[in-house]
């Protein structure tokens, strides 16, 4: 079973506006990371978020973590075209092994 | 800093032939990790290595697939022999210390099994 997983499958917004996607995890962890994936490309990190944090910010980006409800959302402001990617949780326990979410496919239209 | 390197990037393959995938990691980091992608099943874990040892084969995967850090700058996947439903993305990762730190991803090899 999925340890971790955005809860949106697709999004589609309008260049400009906010958007956020939503990640819940089942397990205790020590870390949270966002990564986006652009087509043809590998994944690349965009906030690593520690269990004793509650925000972080990175540009336009925003992640938040709940660890009493094992959530997190990552909101970007302020959408352009070139955030059209997929975007990916993932988790780690100590295990030192991330189990990544199935991912969010945002597009961002112009 | 030269990233993580995957090739070839696109490899079709006959079923029941073995193939090959390569891998160069960032230089210094510790731990090497391969995923393979499909749009079902999204980053299934196949092997990981600390410090060149093996931490994790990947369960399921084993019996076909088999990952091997021969250095601390290569690494190699070996599925044989391959199967149709092998057809996917498979990713390369490497960071300084797990998960805990932030994955660098190669672009990743695309294989078809015909």
């Known amino acids: 079973s999925q340890l971790a997983e955005e809860n949106l499958w697709a999004l589609s917004v309008h260049e400009g506006e906010s958007v956020t996607v939503n990640c819940s995890y089942k397990?205790?962890?020590?870390?949270l990371q966002w990564y986006r994936q652009k087509s043809g490309e590998g994944p690349a990190q965009l906030i690593l978020i520690r269990s004793n944090e509650r925000e972080k910010r990175n540009g336009r980006l925003r992640a938040t973590l709940d660890t009493s409800s094992q959530s997190s959302s990552l909101s970007i402001t302020a959408t352009r075209c070139e955030d059209t990617a997929v975007y990916f949780c993932?988790?780690?326990?100590?295990?030192?092994?991330?189990?990544f979410g199935k991912g969010t496919s945002l597009v961002v239209h112009p | 800093d030269a990233g993580v390197t995957q090739t070839p990037r696109h490899e079709v393959a006959e079923k029941g032939q073995t193939i090959i995938l390569k891998c160069e990691p960032v230089?210094?980091?510790?731990?090497l990790f391969w995923y393979r992608q499909t749009k079902i099943q999204g980053l299934e874990l196949l092997s990981y290595?600390?410090?060149?040892?093996?931490?994790?084969d990947g369960g399921a995967f084993k019996d076909r697939f088999k990952a091997e850090m021969l250095n601390s700058s290569f690494s190699t996947l070996k599925i044989q022999p391959t199967e149709p439903k092998d057809s996917a993305v498979y990713l390369c990762?490497?960071?300084?210390?797990?998960?805990?730190?932030?994955?660098?991803f190669g672009a990743g090899t695309r294989l078809s099994v015909l």
């Open positions: 993932a988790t780690s326990g100590g295990n030192y092994k991330p189990t």
């Open positions: 230089s210094g980091h510790n731990d």
């Open positions: 290595f600390r410090s060149k040892s093996l931490m994790e």
């Open positions: 397990t205790s962890i020590t870390a």
């Open positions: 990762a490497s960071s300084l210390k797990g998960g805990e730190d932030t994955l660098y």
